[in-house]
């Protein structure tokens, strides 16, 4: 059986972001992920998650200027000093939640381009190395055009061969249903392809990236294929809820710790 771990970022948006793991952990998730935790003290997370005995499964390295509309800044040449400072700060919130997988946000870049492709393999070589000094993984994700205009790693074939040419044992694929059923459909088939590189995997109904309950999905054949595949990791739900998250909890009921 799949262990789902709630997207605090985008489900229960109708509690504070430290409350969403007490809403959660009530809600019956064994596991919390969101993208960012940098606006809370690592502590105050570390002590949501222990007070709900949740796992932290996930969440990414800062993104450079979120604001601004930076998604990330591995692929921006002239951003390693910062990136390799975010990695430290990275860690710091790793450690104090358990957390042992990271993703790194390649930002928006041409993937033609030269000087991104190498700042990209260059940041991504950093990072996972000095994530393998503490026992973490890097994860990367292909993330689809029409959510995420521009973005550097638009495809799951660039992803593979950045794994399997950088060579780090701990650099795998952040595989979000999502955005491969968007990019390139085949989803079945990708999952048993490419289920030994796979660090984590994410969920959402598509086209419309809610409840994982219908739509252009069948989610209990996949869910079923997760497991006969044998990934043992978490999947996490990154999806806005159609109306409210408790309301649309009914897919996540067989699953649900009582
Ligand atoms: O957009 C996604 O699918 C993600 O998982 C990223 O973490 C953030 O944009
Ligand atoms: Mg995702």
Not at 128 to 157: C, H, S, T
Not at 218 to 240: A, H, K, M, Q, W
Request: charged share 20%; glycine share 8%.
């Amino acid at each position: 059986m799949p262990v789902f771990a709630a997207n605090l970022t985008m489900m229960f948006n109708e509690w504070s972001f430290l409350d969403r793991f007490d809403a959660a952990a009530a809600a019956g998730f064994t596991a919390v992920e969101y993208l960012f935790p940098y606006e809370a003290p690592p502590e105050a997370i570390a002590e949501r998650l222990a007070r709900n005995d949740l796992q932290q499964a996930l969440f990414n390295l800062p993104p450079g200027d979120w604001a601004a509309g930076e998604r990330g800044i591995a692929a921006l040449p002239g951003r390693f000093d910062q990136m390799k400072a975010d990695v430290e700060r990275a860690l710091d919130y790793a450690e104090a939640t358990g957390v042992k997988r990271l993703h790194l946000m390649a930002g928006l870049a041409d993937p033609a381009d030269a000087a991104a492709t190498i700042a990209y393999r260059r940041s991504a070589a950093y990072a996972a190395e000095r994530l393998a000094d503490k026992g973490l993984d890097l994860v990367i994700e292909p993330i689809n055009g029409r959510n995420m205009p521009g973005y550097f790693l638009n495809d799951f074939g660039s992803a593979e061969r950045v794994i399997s040419e950088l060579g780090h044992a701990n650099l795998k694929l952040q595989f979000d249903i999502y955005h491969r059923q968007i990019i390139h459909g085949d989803v079945t088939m990708a999952l048993r392809r490419l289920m030994p590189i796979i660090g984590h995997i994410q969920i959402a109904s598509v086209p419309s990236r809610h409840e994982p309950d219908g739509e252009e999905l069948n989610y209990p054949y996949l869910f079923g294929e997760i497991d006969r595949v044998g990934y043992s990791g978490f999947v996490g739900c990154e999806y806005t809820p159609r109306g409210s998250t408790l309301d649309g909890l009914g897919w996540f009921k067989p699953f649900a710790r009582s």
